[in-house]
Structures are given as structure tokens and as C-alpha cells.
Nanobody
């Protein structure tokens, strides 16, 4: 069973930076889409950024120019570099993948991580 292991969340002051990491376990590759979503307290979960297998990226307007999504060399990891953080970025951040190959078989499944808390103090 595929699991996503996230790390890198925490408490940071406004204007600071954090880097989130997510690794798929067991190792699976290739993965079609890897993404980060976030859910602020009392609000819905929304897309932050995603990266497709060919390297194309999409960002939410609210993070464009401040956040960068990238894949690791192993291709089953994804990172989210977050700069110029503000209190509005406070949320639980979730890693997400869609469509992956494991042991030679393709699975068009969605998989979510358990979430990591990011808190930005003003």
C-alpha cells in the first residue's frame, strides 16, 4: 500500500521560509501528478501547487512567485519551498499524488499524505 510521508512543517515568523518534503513509500515511479494542498482552520482544502510528470507546474494565485514546487532526483519525492510566508499561509499542508506505477503496474489512484502543520506568526 502506497503511503506518503511528509516532513518540514512547523512554526515560523512572518517573512520567513519553510521547505516541505514528501516521499512516497514504498518507492514508486513514475508518478503522473504530485501536488500540495492546504486546509486553513475552518476552511476547505485547496490546491497550492502541482507538478506533472513532464515538469510543468501550476500554482494558486495566492502563492505564485513565493512558493516553488519541485520533484526530487528519485522522482518519487516532491518538495514545496515556501518563502515570504504570512499568517494567511497558516494551514495543514497535504501531499497528494495521482497516477503511479508500482511493480510494473499502473494505478490511476489518488493518494493523500497525513498532513503537516504550518503556522506563521505575525
Amino acid at each position: 500500500q502506497v503511503q506518503l510521508v511528509e516532513s518540514g512543517g512547523g512554526l515560523v515568523q512572518a517573512g520567513g521560509s519553510l521547505r516541505l518534503s514528501c516521499a512516497a513509500s514504498p518507492s514508486i515511479s513514475p508518478i503522473n501528478t504530485m501536488a500540495w494542498y492546504r486546509q486553513p482552520p475552518g476552511k476547505q482544502r485547496d490546491l497550492v501547487a502541482r507538478i506533472f510528470r513532464g515538469g510543468v507546474t501550476n500554482y494558486a494565485d495566492s502563492v505564485e512567485g513565493r512558493f516553488t514546487i519541485s520533484r526530487g532526483d528519485a522522482k518519487n519525492t516532491v518538495y514545496l519551498e515556501m518563502n515570504s510566508l504570512g499568517p494567511e499561509d497558516t494551514a495543514v499542508y497535504y501531499c497528494y499524488i495521482n497516477g503511479y506505477t508500482s511493480s510494473g503496474y499502473f494505478y490511476p489512484n489518488n493518494v493523500w499524505g497525513q498532513g503537516t502543520q504550518v503556522t506563521v506568526s505575525s
